[in-house]
């Protein structure tokens, strides 16, 4: 059934999009290739998990910190209307971009992951998210600062989940991205 799920949240939708898969990268300079809209960042290195945005080809992270091709294992870059979405695999980066908007009728489903953080501080641009047992997420403060209390006020990362119908009939997930970060609970409804 299509629309809204008051009981679980899902929320099933129709979209245009547009997949290419099989991409490589050589090196982060080849995503200037791909993604030309301010978007944020989420790399997923050996020793931790940086969180900041691309802008103008060049990545912004808190504490002036990079991403170290060396270390990378996955990184997305998203923003709401396209994702890169590339990992380490068989000794070289592989890669995955998906424009919304524009290309065929896609079903969707969209969610929000709440991110670890019941207590947040402000600095240097970013909305630093901790919880007693040691997480520690920095955010950026786009398109505002980041709030969390140990109660109903969160952030979370919307994801797209498509569905593709095997024989036309069998829906199953066949891909996910991030969209944003979204502050919860959120103004207004959706």
Known sequence: ??????TNGLNLKTIKSTEITGIEIASLTDIKEYITNSSYVIAYLDNEVLF???????????????????????????????ELHIWFSKGKFAGRYRKDENGI???????NQV????DVCHKNGFSVLTEERGTKIELPN????????NDQVRVAVRTRHYIEYSKGFQPGYCDARFVQLVQLPEKGGE
């Open 115 to 118: 991110l670890y953080g019941t």
């Open 142 to 149: 786009i398109p505002q600062k980041w709030n969390a209390d």
């Open 105 to 111: 009728g896609t079903d969707i489903v969209e969610a």
């Open 52 to 82: 900041g945005t691309y802008e103008n080809s060049k990545f912004s992270f808190p504490n002036n910190k990079e991403i170290k091709f060396e270390y990378l294992k996955r990184v997305r870059i998203f923003n709401l209307s396209e």
């Open 1 to 6: 059934m299509k629309g809204n799920n008051e």
